[in-house]
């Protein structure tokens, strides 16, 4: 455990898992991590291999070990939960189904996963659909315990979760509730059009956040810099301060008490060398 996270600030990256799950960890105490995110399995295959019990109880060792928490899995890029074609929909909530388990076999505090794209639906539409299969999949895994975080996106093509009124509305249209919890990522709201980059729009985006989610729905922050413009609704990661949202938006993020003890996870690009350096700068920019 580090000095931050003491002070009630977790900061962590996308880890690798390559070699085994329990990898992880290493490379994640290596890094400097407080929490991390991992894929559960290979986030380009709809069936993967069920997990090597030996392997689950190397995991479960060396999390006890290095304290490092909670964990946060992130879904298959393959599933679309409100996919057009009924053939890839029964596919994905098959394999979101499926990531529900595994997440509870590996005890993961948190699923996070992109809501859908409506291929031309419209958004509407999607909204629906999305929630339907949560429904449906929340159904079929009553005794799971992990929370299911629905990730606000930039936007990208016909992507659902770019307006925060989106990830409300599939959440007032799950039945359960108690079980949804929303990842908010820097660099997607950014390119969606949420303003972070000065203290006063930060405060007001932060503001309207509140009014549509509630804060206390926000559990896990991606921080990441955006390659692309304010509002240009393309998904593209780059590295603190070598993107357009600047470095003084971070500072906000990770001095504002509101989040104090919400995993703040890098997915920028460049592996573990620049993970060091922008957790360094995340670290240095808390107020003593």
């Known amino acids: 455990m580090t000095e931050n996270s003491k002070n009630s600030r977790l900061f962590g990256c996308h880890v ?16 400097g991590c407080d929490t991390i995110q991992i894929f559960s399995k290979n986030q380009k295959q709809w069936k993967p291999k069920p997990f090597d019990p030996d392997e689950v109880a190397k995991y479960h ?9 909670p964990v946060v899995i992130h879904d298959s890029y393959l599933i679309n939960l409100c996919a ?10 098959e394999s979101f189904a499926d990531e529900v388990e595994r997440a509870d076999i590996l005890k993961a505090e948190y699923l996070n996963f992109h809501p859908g794209a409506h291929q031309g639906k419209g958004e509407d ?12 999949i929340t159904e079929k895994s009553s005794g799971s315990m992990v929370t299911l975080l629905l990730e606000a996106t930039a936007g990208q093509g016909t992507s659902i979760g770019y307006r925060f009124e989106h990830l409300r509305r599939i959440i007032d249209l799950s039945e359960k509730k108690d079980r949804m919890a929303v990842c908010i990522d820097t660099a997607h709201i950014f ?12 405060e007001a985006v932060m503001l309207e956040l ?6 206390d729905n926000v559990m896990v922050f991606h921080i990441n810099d955006s390659k692309t413009e304010l509002g240009s609704r393309v998904d593209r990661h780059e590295n603190l301060g070598k993107g357009r949202i600047g ?4 500072e906000f993020f990770v001095n504002d008490e509101r989040h104090a003890g919400k995993p703040m996870i890098l997915e920028t ?20």
């Open 16 to 31: 690798s898992v390559a070699g085994g799950l329990s990898n992880a960890f290493k490379r994640a105490v290596d890094i």
């Open 61 to 69: 060792e060396e999390k006890k070990r290095t304290s490092i928490a």
């Open 84 to 93: 057009s074609n009924p053939v890839n929909l029964k596919k994905s909530r």
């Open 125 to 136: 539409w999607g909204i629906k659909k999305i929630a339907e299969s949560l429904n449906i």
């Open 191 to 202: 390119a969606a059009g949420y303003d972070i980059s000065t203290e006063e729009a930060y």
């Open 210 to 215: 509140n009014d549509v989610i509630g804060l």
């Open 247 to 250: 470095l003084r938006a971070f």
């Open 269 to 288: 690009p460049g592996g573990e060398k620049f993970f060091k350096k922008n957790l360094k700068i995340l670290r240095n920019m808390i107020k003593k």
